[in-house]
């Protein structure tokens, strides 16, 4: 009642508005008070963490009239149709003007995630109130990536789609010309059979990350195919996560994936990328060089599927000359001298993960950190964490240069960025020694 009584005579007057609400009283009640309304709102966080919290926050939502709002951003263990529906009111308040809307969920532990068709109506019903949207996230919290929560987003069945048992959400994000940033994280046969029918190259999103669960997705290869294929050249970031649920995790371990070797037709005309982040498609050589051929410009390549490279990808890395962050993982193929042709080029990196191989001899990462921060003094290869004993502000300011926007855009070789960021081209890169995933 206290913040409500201090929200009420400046609500006319807010900009900006974050709340994190739980009740420590679950029966307790809160009545709105009259004459509620939000007019200048130009950005909404609501986190509500119980369900007394959620049925107010999607009373507060009903009182968002804001021709100026921006961004709203929904995150909680559930986020209700009644929810998603004060969400739907508010960006048709907004005149089409919402730019930003992100819907987190928490995954509760050992609790599978299941969206039913009311959310997924909902979900439909607001893409249809957002034509200037630029950024949508429907996905679970960052800090539940990877952790194999079981989850998935309801297909829906005739007349509100053709197909029995398909999921049109993704495909429907195809009509929003001005979104350019899409996270989704409930991907799904369902949804790649939708997926299919947008016309190649029609996706002009430039910032894409996607996952969902094995158990969802027969074919990942697949699913990667028809992204690539149905987005344009205009892509910049692209990842792709295939996550195991936890209950399979053991018997899977050590399971090699299927080799894949040059896929020309998948990355031609994607020339822009910079960003290509996978866990489960395992290239080989041949995998790796196509990627190189036409994704000349890639900066960040973190692939957690190595088991088929040799010490020739040390060859095609070096072409690579933007190339800022790189993940290798162990492999019976890989030896000292990969990590000896890495050496040569290891000014470039920004950052540098490395699960050591069999054939990795202690001297040769031991050469390989000297070359890439000179001085630093090398940790142990079983503590799994960064190579050298740099203070927490230099590991920032290192590995935040792999990520700086327009890094490297001029081309040639590469440079530290200058001004503030000279602790950086001090220490010269990261390299971080990785432990075995299932050790991780």
């Not at 509760?108 to 950024?135: G, H, W, Y």
């Not at 046969?189 to 999103?205: I, K, M, Q, T």
């Not at 599927?305 to 990808?313: L, P």
């Not at 070096?318 to 890495?342: I, N, P, Q």
Request: charged share 20%.
């Amino acid at each position: 009642e206290g913040f409500l009584s201090l929200l009420a005579p400046t609500c006319g007057q807010l900009q900006e508005l974050t709340l994190d609400i739980a009740f420590e009283n679950p029966r307790l009640a809160v009545a709105l008070p009259g004459g509620l309304l939000f007019h200048c709102l130009r950005q909404l966080i609501i986190r509500p963490r119980d369900f007394e919290a959620l049925s107010l926050a999607a009373e507060l939502l009903e009182c968002v009239e804001s021709p100026a709002l921006r961004k709203v951003e929904l995150e909680g263990p559930v986020l209700s149709e009644a929810l998603l529906s004060g969400l739907c009111n508010a960006a048709l308040a907004a005149s089409g003007g919402l730019q930003t809307v992100k819907l987190l969920w928490t995954p509760q532990t050992q609790c599978p995630m299941f969206l039913d068709e009311s959310i997924a109506l909902c979900l439909e019903r607001l893409l249809e109130t957002l034509p200037a949207l630029r950024r949508l996230d429907i996905a679970v919290d960052p800090a539940s990536h990877g952790s194999g929560a079981s989850r998935r987003l309801a297909p829906l069945q005739p007349p509100d789609v053709p197909i029995p048992e398909t999921q049109p959400l993704l495909a429907d994000m195809a009509v929003l010309e001005a979104l350019q940033e899409v996270s989704f994280d409930f991907l799904a046969d369902d949804s790649l059979a939708c997926l299919r029918e947008v016309a190649d190259g029609a996706l002009r999103w430039r910032h894409v990350r996607v996952s969902g669960v094995k158990r969802h997705i027969e074919d990942p290869e697949e699913a990667l195919a028809v992204f690539m294929a149905k987005l344009s050249d205009e892509l910049q970031e692209f990842t792709l996560t295939v996550e195991i649920e936890v209950e399979m995790r053991p018997f899977l371990r050590g399971f090699l994936r299927t080799r894949i070797g040059a896929l020309s037709n998948v990355w031609q005309g994607h020339p822009s990328l910079r960003t290509l982040k996978l866990n489960w498609t395992a290239f080989d050589d041949d995998g790796i060089r196509a990627i190189a051929e036409h994704c000349p410009r890639i900066q960040t390549l973190v692939l957690d599927r190595c088991e088929y490279w040799t010490d020739t990808i040390a060859e095609i890395v070096t072409g690579l000359v933007e190339l800022r962050r790189l993940r290798v993982r162990a492999s019976a193929m890989l030896s000292d001298r990969f990590l000896y042709a890495l050496g040569e080029v290891a000014h470039r990196f920004a950052v540098l993960e490395i699960e050591p191989s069999f054939s990795m001899s202690s001297y040769a990462l031991d050469q390989l950190r000297q070359k890439i921060s000179p001085g630093a003094q090398a940790m142990p290869v079983e503590t799994g964490i960064f190579g050298f004993s740099s203070g927490p502000l230099e590991l920032i300011v290192a590995a935040t240069d792999a990520m700086e926007p327009g890094f490297g855009d001029a081309g040639g070789p590469a440079h530290w960025p200058p001004g503030a960021w000279g602790v950086g081209r001090r220490l010269g890169g990261v390299l971080r020694l990785l432990q075995p995933e299932e050790a991780e």
